[in-house]
């Protein structure tokens, strides 16, 4: 059984990654902060490490944000992970 706290956080840009990682670990240190960066990946890490939330990007090339968040929420042992989508598009 996994007692870590953990926040996944899912965009293909290494900036975004790397800042919204930065600002995970200073506003919450209790948790550990997992990377993914594609859709394939973090549906793979949200399998494996079950979040207690996920940080989205909405486009990303592959498997984008929609397709990503429709397959973790139609797997039985992810579909219970609260997903907060994101984006920088303006």
Do not use: W
Request: charged letters at 20%; one cysteine or more; glycine letters at 6%.
């Amino acid at each position: 059984m996994i007692s870590e706290k953990r926040i996944l956080v899912v965009d293909d840009l290494e900036t975004n990654l790397i800042l919204v990682q930065h600002i995970l670990e200073k506003s919450h240190p209790e948790y550990k902060i997992l990377l993914a960066s594609s859709g394939e990946e973090g549906f793979q890490l949200a399998q494996s490490q079950l979040p207690e939330a996920i940080l989205l990007d909405i486009y990303m090339p592959g498997m984008n944000g929609f397709e990503t968040c429709q397959k973790i929420k139609l797997n039985g042992s992810t579909s219970h992970i609260p997903i907060l989508m994101i984006s920088a598009s303006g």
